[in-house]
Nanobody, 124 residues
Framework: QVQLVESGGGVVQAGASLRLSCAAS????????MGWFRQAPGKEREFVAT????????RYADSVKGRFTISRDNAKNTVYLQMNSLKPEDTAVYSC?????????????????WGQGTQVTVSS
């Protein structure tokens, strides 16, 4: 069983930065690919970023490419999402997810564990 707890959300103005963290319990973190997804009010959940178990391979949604960076620290069982140049359209609940596989995935259905999410609100 893996438990995921996100933190770092908040209310910021457009152009600001935030760093989200996702702390994972369990001894298998280093073997799990991780992902960040977001869901805005009235919209479906969408993929944001994913990272393989070693941290070498990453993939981003086109909407955040060049602005967001996903990383992980396997010694701390934590995955991060650095978000720069935030836009109002980035406003959403951001959730991290873990999959019982080392390879990253952009498909939410391939993830096995989910956190509760953290709210990010970007004002114009």
């Amino acid at each position: 069983q893996v438990q995921l707890v996100e933190s770092g959300g908040g209310v910021v103005q457009a152009g600001a930065s935030l760093r989200l963290s996702c702390a994972a319990s369990g001894r298998t973190f280093a073997a799990n690919a991780m992902g960040w997804f977001r869901q805005a009010p009235g919209k479906e959940r969408e993929f944001v970023a994913t990272i393989g178990s070693t941290g070498i391979n990453t993939r981003y949604a086109d909407s955040v490419k060049g602005r967001f960076t996903i990383s992980r620290d396997n010694a701390k069982n934590t995955v991060y999402l650095q978000m720069n140049s935030l836009k109002p359209e980035d406003t959403a609940v951001y959730s991290c997810a873990a999959r019982i596989a080392p390879y990253y995935s952009m498909y939410h259905g391939s993830y096995d564990y989910w956190g509760q999410g953290t709210q990010v609100t970007v004002s114009s």
